[in-house]
């Protein structure tokens, strides 16, 4: 699946001792995409600290910029986005290359057909067979003209100089990327734009349509926008609470473990991860810091602890959705049986995540049993091994956690993927007492 195979990155892990000290893990991908999407079609200049610099943000970084938005980088993490205004987009010269990103990918194809003139939007080997009908089908309703490969792949071409209007629609699969679509061609379309959602899903599109001036009008799992504006503002991204689960579970399993994570995004349709754990017996204190912003923040503390099965409840899974390859880890360590349902989406992530998990779980030793839409997991002891990690970073990171509490070396292959949303993810387990190497291969 991965697009890195040339070039790509071994991971090796020993076994470790206790995992201690505070970290910083890099921002949140998700608030990283909307934060430059939303400050490109602005008026005015937006600055947005703790940006996560990782391939996909900057995959998105890189279409706005082919579409004449200049993005001043101060650093690293620092953007200033001088934007264009609703409709001061161009067209760009050629495809827009969205790697791995299936973010950038739906985000996109919703901002892109409000737009006046055509564009393409392609990606590398895995997100070119990720599904796309569910932003094509609703987007067609609203009146945008897009055709994608008779599978509802990539490639996506958009017509330029569509007439949106509003459509009421209730999605129907749980999913924050068709939401946030509809609701960004809905700031092109006459008329109300509404969308209704089977379940919460991660609702900062709609948090930071309100920073950015845009009102939002929801309740009751319906969210309405309409034809309007935005106006540039500064951005503060929080700690990606995604990345800080592969810590949560490495100090969880890891004997004698007292880690601190920095600043940490806790929106709650984002944080079940924590009650997911929790369930599990896991010690988890939240330090709520400072005054609430537009998106919650807190350190959190974990320590080492002694892990139970669980049925993990169905409500959860969409607000966790990206935290089951960490969570099924905790699950293999953890004494009885886990049992993960509802959760079918997990097969048309950046892979098979229900296969990928399986098997590396399987070559780690552990009795694992996939199912249509989730998995059971008996927990036990990992053994030395290597595992597959289909070109998936969250993959990738959940079978180096492994490694820190197997009873020898676990490799993990295909590991390229890993800097889309974790660059350092490496040096950062180093630093709190990981045994981890890289290798170029
Ligand atoms: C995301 C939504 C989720 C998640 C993805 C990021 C977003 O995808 O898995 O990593 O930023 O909106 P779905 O909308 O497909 O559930």
Do not use: W
Not at 48 to 65: H, V
Not at 241 to 248: E, H, P, Q, V
């Amino acid at each position: 699946m991965s697009a890195n195979r040339a070039g790509n990155v071994r991971m090796q892990v020993a076994p470790a001792g206790p995992l201690r000290g505070e970290l910083l893990v890099p921002g949140d991908k998700s608030i990283s995409h909307r934060a430059v999407m939303l400050g490109a079609i602005a008026t005015g200049r937006s600055r947005i600290s703790g940006f996560l610099a990782g391939e996909d943000t900057l995959a998105t970084m890189r279409a706005f910029q082919q579409m004449g938005v200049r993005i001043d980088r101060r650093e690293d993490t620092a953007l200033e986005i001088h934007g264009v205004g609703r409709d001061g987009l161009r067209a760009a010269h050629g495809p827009l290359d969205l790697g791995n990103s299936g973010t950038s990918a739906r985000l996109l194809s919703g901002l892109l057909a409000g737009q006046a003139f055509d564009s393409e939007i392609i990606g590398d080997a895995s997100l070119m067979q990720r599904p796309m009908g569910r932003v094509v089908d609703p987007l067609r309703l609203m009146g945008a003209e897009l055709s994608c490969t008779a599978a509802g792949t990539l490639p996506l071409k958009i017509r330029g100089g569509a007439r949106l209007h509003g459509v009421e629609f209730a999605l129907p699969v749980a999913s924050a990327q068709v939401k946030s679509a509809l609701l960004l061609a809905g700031l092109y379309a006459e008329g109300d734009t509404c969308v209704m959602e089977p379940a919460p899903t991660r609702d900062h599109t709609e948090r930071m349509l309100r920073m950015f001036g845009v009102e939002v009008r929801s309740g009751d799992g319906r969210i309405c926008v309409n034809r309007q504006p935005l106006c540039a503002t500064d951005i503060q991204v929080p700690a990606d609470i995604s990345s800080a689960a592969f810590f949560l579970v490495a100090a969880s399993i890891v004997p004698g473990s007292d880690l601190v994570l920095k600043g940490v995004g806790i929106n709650p349709t984002r944080a079940a991860v924590i009650d997911i754990l929790r369930a599990m017996g896991a010690q988890i204190e939240i330090h709520s810091s400072g005054a609430p912003a537009s998106e919650p923040v807190a350190d959190l503390r974990v320590r080492y602890s002694p892990l139970t099965g669980i049925h993990i409840p169905r409500d959860l899974v969409p607000i966790a959705i990206d935290e089951f390859p960490a969570i099924l880890v905790a699950a293999a360590c953890a004494d009885g049986i886990t049992v993960l349902t509802g959760a079918a989406e997990l097969r048309v992530k950046e892979s098979d995540r229900i296969a990928a998990m399986a098997a590396g779980l399987h070559a780690l030793g552990i009795t694992a049993e996939p199912a249509a839409d989730g998995m059971s997991v008996t927990g036990g002891v990992f053994r030395r091994g290597t595992v597959d990690s289909a070109g998936d970073h969250r993959i990738a990171m959940a079978f180096a956690v492994a490694g820190c509490r197997a009873s020898g070396q676990v490799q993990i292959t295909d590991c390229a993927n890993v800097n889309t949303s974790f660059p350092g993810f490496a040096g950062c387990l180093r630093a709190v007492g990981g045994n981890i190497s890289e290798q170029q291969v």
